[in-house]
Nanobody, 123 residues
Framework: QVQLAESGGGLVQAGGSLRLSCAAS????????VGWFRQAPGKEREFLAA????????IYADSVKGRFTISRDNAKNTVYLQMNSLKPEDTAAYYC????????????????WGQGTQVAVSS
């Protein structure tokens, strides 16, 4: 089993930055790549980025490449999502998830999910 807990969401003005954290726990959590997703009201859950614990290899959705950065701190069992140049359309609930296949971009490919953290970007 893997447990995930997001934090760091909040209200920010357009152009601002936020860093989200995803704390992982469980006996085998490091075996699972971690991805970040977001879901706005009325929309499907959208893949943003993923990372491998061991190598730090990353993959990004085109929509956030260059603005968002995923990273991990193995000592803290935490994955981060640094979000810069935020736009009102980035407003959503943000989730981290653990999956089996690195680079998977569909929510259905991830087995474990956190509760989510809300991000609101004002114009």
């Amino acid at each position: 089993q893997v447990q995930l807990a997001e934090s760091g969401g909040g209200l920010v003005q357009a152009g601002g930055s936020l860093r989200l954290s995803c704390a992982a726990s469980g006996r085998t959590f490091s075996s699972y790549p971690v991805g970040w997703f977001r879901q706005a009201p009325g929309k499907e859950r959208e893949f943003l980025a993923a990372i491998r614990w061991s190598s730090g290899s990353t993959i990004y959705a085109d929509s956030v490449k260059g603005r968002f950065t995923i990273s991990r701190d193995n000592a803290k069992n935490t994955v981060y999502l640094q979000m810069n140049s935020l736009k009102p359309e980035d407003t959503a609930a943000y989730y981290c998830a653990a999956g089996v296949i690195f680079g998977a971009r569909h929510a259905r490919d991830y087995s474990y999910w956190g509760q989510g953290t809300q991000v609101a970007v004002s114009s």
